[in-house]
């Protein structure tokens, strides 16, 4: 393996690198912002729409739940549309969509809804295409660090969502218009990304060039990236890749439910289902409803331990971007809190425990040590869990094993969203937190039996790492397949561009 060092004279410039993934990664705050902006905007909105008390528990799941199931259509659509797009074109297309969410500012309660469900359509083909466009464009000794952008971006969003409501504060009720100033920076962020990626980072992802027989654009995008004498060896390695993207159009989506396959794909799943029930995404949407009771309804109060929560989560994911290379996936995920020694997944199933325990016994001392509480998980998630499982998913999986896995987040989400009033009404917030606490001790137990350790591994390796664990002995493509599989692309190519010729030469005699 190469050094560190040889390995960063391939690029002709990490910054450049770095800006054009963290633009491509641009669209993950939405996702983050969209969960954590109506926290502090539920009461002044709902006084705007004049729905009283009553309807509040009803319109409120109606409200955020109706998100994560346009991010569910989102990723179905986002799949579709790969077959027939760049990964840069659907970014586009997820863009365009989003910017309808202007229309958010019309102070209708159903309008809201719909637009609420574009939206999380508009997120749900960037959840989906962000990582695999990284995976793409990203080269391979940084994608480990740089596949975690989205993870930080939605914890970024997440901060932005919750510190937007301090204008409430000065502006709210029934007369605010602040509502509509913190319902217009989604589209303000599509805006900026596509136009970023149309004038300054026009870069296709190279094998799908290649794959659509644009072998001089393909060849134009890898020599912005890599220096000219590697430009020959990446191409190669790009004709390799869309051999097997060829190789993946042509086999069945089912064939993901192979055993091979679902060595990896059940770690994305589990890994993204305990991301969503870890009892961090119950917070994010109903703390102002939690921290009202701690608060008896006071604004100033309750916007500051909001903005408190949005805070710790952005502040604590910095700690993970030096480390995720030093610790790896595997610690990262399993130790949620204490970094320099690997104690297990229990410590955020015993904050969510502990949170779960003092509610029964409520008092204003107790009240302040939920908060702490609360505080210490959403830091844990923010620095651990919340990045590491976006990384895993595309880092493990081929296209359609991201797609099935994202897909899958966002229906747990929608669960969640919608059952956590109903369960917080029900189970109260002891039963609640109790729920959460069991499911990360299990995780904590799957964690240390299966996840394997990624640090100094490539994706292939790690890949094979976890077929001989499991006992498959999987070689993910062979010389003489890839060599076919080229020869097949290359027959495509050459019989495209006589047609090509053809149609040149029908204009020049039009002309």
Request: hydrophobic letters at 45%; glycine letters at 6%.
């Amino acid at each position: 393996m190469m050094s560190s060092h040889n390995q960063e004279q391939l690029v002709r410039s990490r910054v450049q690198i770095l800006m054009v993934n963290l633009n491509i990664a641009l669209g993950s705050l939405n996702i983050g912002y969209v969960v954590t902006y109506l926290t502090l905007s539920i009461d002044t909105l709902f006084a705007v729409l004049d729905i009283n008390e009553e309807e509040k528990t009803e319109k409120l799941s109606l409200l955020a739940g109706i998100l994560p199931l346009g991010n569910v259509v989102g990723v179905f659509v986002g799949y579709l549309l790969k077959q027939k797009f760049t990964n840069k074109q659907c970014l586009h297309i997820a863009d365009l969509i989003g910017i309808t969410s202007l229309l958010a500012v019309i102070s209708n309660y159903y309008l809201i809804v719909v637009i609420r469900f574009i939206l999380g359509v508009s997120n749900g083909i960037s959840s989906y295409l962000m990582p695999v466009y990284i995976k793409s464009i990203c080269p391979q000794q940084y994608f480990g660090q740089f596949s975690m952008f989205i993870g930080y971006g939605i914890n970024t969003g997440y901060a932005i969502g919750q510190l937007m409501g301090i204008g409430y504060i000065e502006y709210s009720g029934p007369s605010s218009n602040w509502w509509r100033v913190v319902f217009l920076f989604p589209t303000v962020i599509c805006v900026i990304r596509s136009c970023i990626m149309h004038f300054l980072y026009n870069y296709d992802s190279p094998e799908q060039l290649i794959k659509r027989g644009n072998l001089e654009q393909a060849k134009y995008v890898i020599c912005q990236i890599y220096k000219d004498q590697y430009v020959d060896e990446q191409f190669e390695r790009y004709k390799i890749l869309a051999a097997q993207l060829q190789l993946q159009n042509n086999q069945s989506f089912y064939h993901i439910f192979e055993r091979k396959k679902l060595i990896t794909l059940q770690t994305g799943i589990i890994s993204v289902f305990l991301q969503i029930w870890c009892g961090v995404f119950a917070v994010f949407y109903y703390s102002a409803q939690i921290f009202s009771d701690m608060t008896n309804d006071d604004v100033v109060q309750k916007t500051i331990y909001t903005c408190c929560l949005g805070l710790s989560g952005f502040v604590s994911q910095f700690f993970t971007i030096c480390m995720v290379n030093k610790l790896g996936n595997k610690y990262i995920l399993s130790i949620k809190f204490y970094y320099s020694k690997v104690i297990g997944s229990f410590v955020i199933g015993s904050l969510n425990l502990a949170v779960s325990i003092l509610s029964k016994h409520a008092s204003e001392g107790n009240d302040v040590t939920i908060f702490v509480l609360l505080l210490l998980l959403i830091m844990t998630f923010g620095s651990t869990l919340g990045p590491a499982a976006w990384s895993i998913v595309p880092q493990l999986n081929d296209c359609e094993g991201t797609f099935l896995a994202t897909e899958l987040r966002w229906a747990f989400q929608a669960i969640v969203v919608f059952c956590y009033p109903f369960m917080e009404k029900n189970l109260n917030i002891f039963g609640s937190f109790l729920l959460f606490a069991i499911i990360d001790y299990m995780y904590f137990i799957y964690c240390h039996f299966f996840l394997i350790d990624g640090r100094g591994k490539t994706n292939n390796e790690l890949i094979a790492a976890y077929h001989k664990k499991f006992s498959y002995p999987v070689v993910p493509i062979t010389n003489e397949q890839s060599e076919n599989l080229q020869s097949d692309l290359q027959s495509r190519q050459n019989l495209q561009q006589p047609n090509q010729q053809q149609g040149n030469f029908t204009n020049q005699r039009e002309l």
